[in-house]
């Protein structure tokens, strides 16, 4: 049954954040133990980035890049598009679609941080 709304999307989540000078290798752990593919990157409660599992395999493959001494500031994308509550599930969909990404963060009015939807969620 396809989802009805964002916030059926987002509903019981457990937010995963942490602070951009947090070293990847932490993102990494977090992103295993909690068995997701994106963490948030949060300072004084606000988004500033995102950090996905895409980005991890970029970092690995490039030479210049350790994991255990990065910070998510240095490799994370900055300012992502997020959805809100109002925001209709099929245009969320079209949102990742078009900007090729995988997770889209989930933010009310005043810039809470709601969840985090994933391509998998619609499917």
């Known amino acids: 049954m396809a989802p009805k709304s964002i916030l059926e999307l987002v509903a019981g989540q457990t937010v995963v954040a942490l602070p951009p000078e947090a070293i990847v290798w932490e993102a990494a752990n977090s992103m295993k133990a909690h068995d997701i593919g994106a963490v948030l990157v949060v300072e004084d409660k606000q988004l500033v980035g995102i950090f996905t599992e895409r980005d991890m ?13 990065a910070t998510l500031d ?3 994308t900055p300012d992502p598009d ?6 209709s599930v099929s245009d969320a969909l079209w949102s990742m679609d078009r900007g090729g990404y995988r997770h889209l963060p989930v933010l ?5 941080i709601l969840g985090v939807i994933s391509r998998r969620d619609f499917f």
């Open 57 to 69: 395999v970029r970092l690995m493959v490039d030479a210049d890049f350790d994991l255990a001494t």
């Open 74 to 76: 240095q490799v994370m």
């Open 82 to 87: 997020f959805a809100s509550p109002e925001t």
């Open 108 to 112: 009310d009015g005043d810039g809470t």
